[in-house]
């Protein structure tokens, strides 16, 4: 299923825009080292996952989230992926709650990759 851009644009916008991470900052956090304060957070099926995924990102589906919180508990950051951002910003409000300090990729993997992002750097691992 395809989300409509304007449904995920109104969605970021009720987002804390201080949670948001756009892709020109996620790379600029990525190349300075800056992610290692990040633990990031891939929330896509195992299987777009295994395909590619960013280095040193972890794999918790949306729908086992719930019941694997207690895993996420960290010093770190948690920068939360997915495909097109609209699952991560469902997912902030709850990480939030429990006082994780939580942050999602604006347009997720699919947005960093249609900006061409990727062929620029490489930084996706792809299987």
Known sequence: MTIP????????EISDSKSVINN??????????????YKILDIR???????????NSINIPFKELGR????????KRILLICNSGFT????????????LKTYILESGINGYLEEGRNARNNI???A
Do not use: C, H, Y
């Not at 694997?68 to 010093?75: C, P, R």
């Open 24 to 37: 020109k900052e996620f790379e600029r956090i990525i190349l300075t080292g800056e992610i290692e304060d």
């Open 124 to 126: 996706l691992r792809i």
């Open 88 to 99: 991560a910003a469902q997912s902030l409000s709850l990480l939030k709650s429990i006082g």
């Open 45 to 55: 099926e195992r299987e777009l996952f295994q395909k590619f995924r960013f280095p």
């Open 5 to 12: 851009k304007e449904i995920i644009k109104q969605l970021m």
């Open 68 to 75: 694997n919180l207690i895993k996420l508990s960290s010093d």
